[in-house]
């Protein structure tokens, strides 16, 4: 199998962090406080086919890609490097 591309993406007019949260404006998360103290959750690289695009569950009018319904190729856990 040879190497899969990245799947490309269209860059959004704005910057992608804007301070914090309550200054921009954002709502803080409830369980904000209990998540920064808390070990991150692991991250997995996923190759996929495709994706579908479909509406931001959180940002309505936002999209997002999708691959609910497009089985994977693969799935790897990436490791942390020090």
């Known amino acids: 199998m040879t190497g899969i591309p990245d799947i490309p993406v269209r ?7 804007a301070g914090h ?3 921009a404006g954002i709502p803080i998360a409830a369980d904000q406080m209990r998540r920064q103290a808390a070990p991150a959750e692991p991250w997995y690289a996923v190759s996929i ?3 579908g695009v479909v509406g931001h569950p ?3 009018g936002i999209p997002a890609a999708s691959w609910q319904r497009i089985p994977p ?3 790897r856990p990436l490791t942390a490097r020090a």
């Not at 860059?11 to 962090?17: A, E, F, G, S, Y």
Request: a positive charge; one cysteine or more; hydrophobic letters at 30%.
């Open 73 to 75: 190729l693969r799935i």
């Open 11 to 17: 860059l959004v007019d704005r910057p992608r962090c």
């Open 21 to 23: 949260p309550g200054v």
């Open 49 to 51: 086919r495709g994706y």
């Open 58 to 60: 959180a940002q309505p």
